[in-house]
């Protein structure tokens, strides 16, 4: 029966069918991006629809160094969490996770060129944290202005059946074209 069926299948599981639900956070307010106002709101309404945000980072265990940045990030206060991370950089300097919290930091407070140079380098090194860096990259690219670059990752992201973001790199995809 149909019911037995739903009822037995995974939780966290959506049927093709599904409707994928909005994003649990709003983007960052991008207003000093750019000199031109009406773009910036054009920008910030589809970022709004596709910003699919989460920490704890997916794949990501957090050693006791990070302690207080990571409830910070819990909090969503993410300029004590970058100041916390800066001052731990001293100390950790090329620690991957490290790069990956201040990326992030970044990436929510609207600064999408610092969140790539922070990003980059750890693509491609860590399995675990690959999907959900893959998706945060295609996100600081269209913070960063950097559209087709952004577009030409979801596309990417979107032809990966098994991709953790296929789905909201599919939405974003509809969205951006």
């Keep these: 029966k149909p019911q037995d069926k739903k009822e037995n299948a995974p939780i966290a599981q959506v049927s093709p069918g599904e409707r994928l639900p909005d994003p649990s956070h709003l983007a960052p307010e991008i207003t000093m991006m750019r000199g031109d106002e009406d773009t910036n709101k054009v920008l910030k309404a589809l970022l709004d629809q596709i910003w699919y945000t989460d920490y704890p980072l997916k794949g990501l265990k957090v050693s006791s160094s990070f302690t207080q ?10 300029t ?19 790069r990956y919290l201040k990326g992030y930091c970044l990436l ?7 969140a790539l140079t922070y990003f980059e380098p750890l693509q491609g090194r860590h399995a675990a944290w690959e999907p959900q860096l893959q998706w945060y990259r ?5 913070l960063a202005d950097k559209r087709p670059e952004a577009l030409a990752l979801f596309k990417r992201v979107a032809a990966k059946s098994g ?5 909201q790199a599919e939405k ?3 969205l951006l074209q």
Excluded: W
């Design 80 to 98: 004590a969490a970058y100041l916390e991370l800066e001052q731990l950089e001293g100390q950790m300097a090329g620690n991957d996770t490290l």
């Design 163 to 167: 991709h953790l973001y296929r789905r």
């Design 69 to 78: 940045a990571d409830e910070s990030l819990k909090k969503r206060d993410f």
């Design 172 to 174: 974003a995809l509809k």
């Design 138 to 142: 295609g996100l600081a690219m269209l």
């Design 108 to 114: 929510e407070m609207g600064e999408g060129n610092e």
